[in-house]
Structures are given as structure tokens and as C-alpha cells.
């Protein structure tokens, strides 16, 4: 049987993930020791690519104990301590931080310094505990609140003035949801105002992906386990098309899946490098 296996041409890192990855890899090519606070990108295969290569992932409390290193910073963000404590120890930040990630920070910073309104409260829908989240709460000196879907929304004081901004990497749906709740609900003697702070290229995958998981008979979605991008565009696959499977990488294709296929699809999150999906190409080819 003539099978069709096409690799979607828009799933792969996005801007702010390939920067990071090229500026390790140059680090790396001069020699010497870096570190990466934090996965450098959320895909196990990956960071194993660059651990080969030298990378160090450390975490928070190992960073404290460096001294005159050089740590690289990756696309989320980080929140003032970090920067604070790499001048303490004296280490050298390679700064890759997302410039769309960056301009939002610089945003929430200037807006918790701006004294217009003493009781207004910062809400950002983002995920708790996320790394790029961490990074914008910390421009505020850990006084924004939080919310993760719009039934934490819900629960904000509508007496108070609300600035509403949002994780770069959310769903544009559901901000849009959150700011219509918000304004019908809010009191008429505060001030609410939202700025929609989702990165485009990353919001712009979901109809994307919904076409082309729709045009396909089988869909291999391959993504970390760790990356909520690959969780949301995944959900995404398995609304349009319910034969739609998650895997980390071609060890995991269940070959059953293939019998009675004519066309198979091939995508992955922002965090997915390309040549893993290639390998999984590569591993259905040689079953046929």
C-alpha cells in the first residue's frame, strides 16, 4: 500500500528556543564550561543532545553555589534575583532570554513601579509555577496574582482595578474569555485594563495544526512530557483527529497503528527539534 508520511512544516522550535539553542552551541564550540539554569528547552532528547556537547543543567540552589562560571539563561525568563545573585558570584549570564518573553517583563515591571492606582492588582493568566511565569511575577516583587483558567478569574475582587496581561504561550480563547468576565463583572468606580501579550507565532500553530491533523488518516505527535505547549497543541491534534498519538521519540510508535493508513502526519510542539520528528519519519519508512 502506497503510504503518504508528510512532517508539518510549522511544527518545531519557535524564534525564541532556536536562539537559545544556537547561542549554547556557540558557547559551547569556544571551549570551557556552561551552564543552563533550568532545562534549556523542554524536550528530553534535545537536552541530551547538548549535554553530549557539554551543557550543564543546573537548578536555582546549584547556581548559588557557582562562582566565576559562565550560565546561560534560556528563552522563559528568569525573575531580578537571578541576575542579582550571578553579579554577587561574579558569574557571566549568557542571556537568552525571548525578546517577545523580555518586552513583556520590562511591561509588568513598569507597570507595578507606575503609582496611578496604589490598590490595583497585576493578574496574569499564566501557569503557576512555570518558568517564564516565575520570571514576570518576580518583575513585581512577587505581588502579582495568578490565574490559570477563567474560573480562578472568577474569584478576583471586582472593587479593585485590574491590569490583566498574560504568559506568552497561552490560548488566545481562553484570554479572550477571561477579559469578557472581567469586564461585565467589574465595579464601575475601578479601572480594568488588558494587554494581550501572546506570542503570535506560537498562537498562530493552533489553527495550523488543527488543519493539518485534520488532513491525515494517523498523527504522531512528538513532544516532552514537559512541555505545556506540547500538551495544549496535542489537545488540539485529538479535537479534529481522534487517531492522534503523543510520543516522546521513534521508540515509541506502536507500528500497529499503521495497518490500513494511506497518510501519516508528523508535528510537534515549539519545543520539538526537527530532526526528531525526522527520526520518526525515518523509523515508519523502514517498517514499510
Known sequence: MERHIEIDSGSGFCFGVTTAIRKAEEELAKGGTLYCLGDIVHNNREVERLEKMGLITIN????RQLHHVKVLLRAHGEPPETYDLARQNHIEIIDATCPVVLRLQKKIKQEHLLEDDPNKQIVIYGKNGHAEVLGLVGQTAGKAI??????????????????????TTKSLDEFGRIVEYIQAHISPNVS??????????????????????????????????????????????????????????????????????????????????????EQVEQAIQQEE
Not at 204 to 227: C, E, M, T, W, Y
Not at 258 to 263: E, Q, R, T, Y
Open 60 to 63: 536555582h540552589d546549584q547556581l
Open 146 to 167: 495568578v490565574i490559570e483558567k477563567l474560573e480562578e478569574a472568577k474569584r478576583l475582587d471586582f472593587s479593585r482595578s485590574i491590569r490583566l496581561y498574560s504568559q
Open 192 to 277: 480594568f485594563e488588558y494587554y494581550d501579550t501572546i506570542c503570535r507565532q506560537v498562537a498562530n500553530r493552533i489553527p495550523n495544526i488543527r488543519q493539518f491533523a485534520a488532513a491525515h488518516d494517523l498523527i504522531f505527535f512528538v513532544s516532552g512530557k514537559k512541555s505545556s505547549n506540547g500538551k495544549i497543541l496535542f489537545n488540539e491534534c485529538l479535537r479534529v483527529n481522534p487517531n492522534s498519538h503523543l510520543i516522546d521519540d521513534a521508540a515509541e510508535i506502536d507500528f500497529s497503528l499503521l495497518k490500513g493508513v494511506s497518510s501519516i502526519g508528523i508535528c510537534g510542539a515549539t519545543s520539538t527539534p526537527k530532526w526528531l520528528m
